[in-house]
């Protein structure tokens, strides 16, 4: 997948510049922790991925979102 083609999928783009795209949120079956489920689309081979909600949402020490939210035309 070109960069192009992933930024027309993608709902946010990681600290280091991969995008990647939210499924949704889920919880876990043992302690009900929300985690998002999300697929990464570029620059390496597509993937479904979990992290908890709080981690994926945390800001980084420098101030810097870990995923930031990409604008999305309505």
């Given at each position: 997948?070109?960069?192009?083609?992933?930024?027309?999928l993608?709902?946010?783009?990681?600290?280091?510049?991969?995008?990647?795209?939210?499924?949704?949120v889920?919880?876990?079956?043992?302690?009900?922790?929300?985690?998002?489920?999300?697929?990464?689309l570029?620059?390496?081979?597509?993937?479904?991925?979990?992290?908890?909600?709080?981690?994926?949402?945390?800001?980084?020490?420098?101030g810097t979102?870990?995923?930031?939210?990409?604008?999305?035309?309505?």
């Amino acid at each position: 997948m070109t960069e192009t083609e992933a930024r027309a999928l993608a709902t946010h783009r990681h600290y280091k510049g991969g995008l990647y795209r939210v499924i949704g949120v889920a919880r876990h079956s043992e302690t009900e922790e929300a985690m998002i489920v999300y697929e990464h689309l570029w620059p390496h081979e597509r993937g479904l991925w979990v992290r908890p909600a709080a981690m994926f949402n945390e800001t980084l020490a420098d101030g810097t979102p870990r995923f930031a939210p990409l604008d999305i035309p309505l």
